[in-house]
């Protein structure tokens, strides 16, 4: 039986440091307002894409403890561009801190999203493709697929990163804006290139909704228009060879975003484990920042 | 020899003809493709607009404040591609133009927000609620066209007190 400890913040200072200070050069890096119309989620998608020639920056953390291994800051830097109106791409480089272990460089991903149907209906789908090389000692727990379990979160990261994963990732993303409401559904399918076994499936669901609908014509900082909140729920759904939610970990919990005027938007979330296997609670943070038309800032003003 | 040249002069006919074919078969792509391109450029994208969304009426048309809470979300979203005058910015398009401004209803700027034009760069906006897109509306046509730039400099004024 695997338990995590409750509420444990047992990650080293200095990472906590190190996370502070890239967050606070994202946010002093660009002067230019950066306002993304993106639902307040971690792990699942909407059909919302970066609008052209926008470059959004996120550093994505996931924090736990595991009651029987030690406590991890998994994070992910994500450079997300959008190259057409139908096709986001995205690159992302992951690393990861252990107390009492290390902290390691665990692999990049490479992610584009397409949208099929150009014009908008109920339901709109979006299509997403990607590769990813990383090791199993990853913990940024952008998805979760096949049987994926705390149990996977507790081995040391010197035997983790040993295991190289070559994965290709295909989702199909649903989604519905309808009077200021967001509802997403995502459904995962996981190959490993390199071996010959099963796909994994997984899936993420999220609802949410920008506090206010309407905009105040002062600036101001705490304002509803500011915040949005929502909820989401993810997990493994099996693999090939057993379809379900046996021995798969599952989660949920409630999602928060503010934009920053003129500033970045900041995500929060603690996400709760629905069963034994999985972490007790994983504390969710991110920063992102957009760069609107990126080019823009390399061409000669007139 | 004699059928020689008759075969060659119908060589030389026959390549001549084939190089004013393919000539002809250019320019007659080159054509259609700029007509389609102009007939883009020139916002075909009102005429797929469906008739409800042609006839809806803008809820905060002519308020104040919601014009200028119109003001900041064009800021926000709209300013950079569009430029903060909405004059446009390179390939991106005035929104003082007459056919954003005289044109267009209301209604069909609601469709085009919300649907966008994905091929021609525009993306969706329908992530934004619907009462944020109708105030980006008025706000828009508040500046009225292309000569009318003093609304926007009252507005950016009211903005930054």
Known sequence: MIRTTPNHVGVPAHVLWRSALISCLLFFAFLPRAVAQEPPYFVTYSSALEEPGNLEISLKNTQAAPANGNAFLGSALEFEYGVKGWWTTEFYLDGQATKNDSTIFTGFRWENRFRPLLREHFINPVLYVEYENTNFADRALLEITGHQTVADLVIPNNVARQEIEREMELKLILSTNTHGWNFSENFIAEKDLNESGPWEFGYAMGVSRPLSLISRGKSCFWCRENFAAGAEVYGGLGTTDGFGFKATSQYLGPTVSFGIPRGPTILFSPQFGLNDNSAHVLYRFSVSYEVQQVWNMFRRKN | ?161
């Open chain 2, 1 to 161: 020899m004699s059928r020689l040249r008759v075969s060659e002069k119908f060589l030389i006919r026959w390549r001549g003809a084939e190089q004013r074919c393919r000539m002809a078969f250019r320019v007659t792509l080159s054509t259609t493709a700029l007509v389609f391109c102009m007939a883009l450029a020139d916002g075909s994208w009102l005429q797929k607009v469906p008739a409800d969304y042609h006839t809806r009426v803008n809820p905060y048309a002519g308020q104040t404040a919601a014009i200028a809470g119109g003001a900041k979300l064009f800021g926000d979203h709209c300013a950079k591609c569009h430029g903060a005058d909405a004059l446009g910015r390179g390939k991106k398009p005035s929104l003082r133009s007459e056919r954003v401004q005289q044109q267009a209803t209301e209604g069909d700027i609601f469709w085009l927000l919300y649907n966008g034009n994905l091929r021609r760069g525009m993306p969706t906006w329908s992530a934004m609620p619907g009462p944020s897109r109708w105030q980006i509306i008025a706000y828009v046509k508040s500046l009225g066209p292309a000569s009318g730039a003093a609304t926007a400099v009252n507005y950016s004024e009211e903005k930054s007190q």
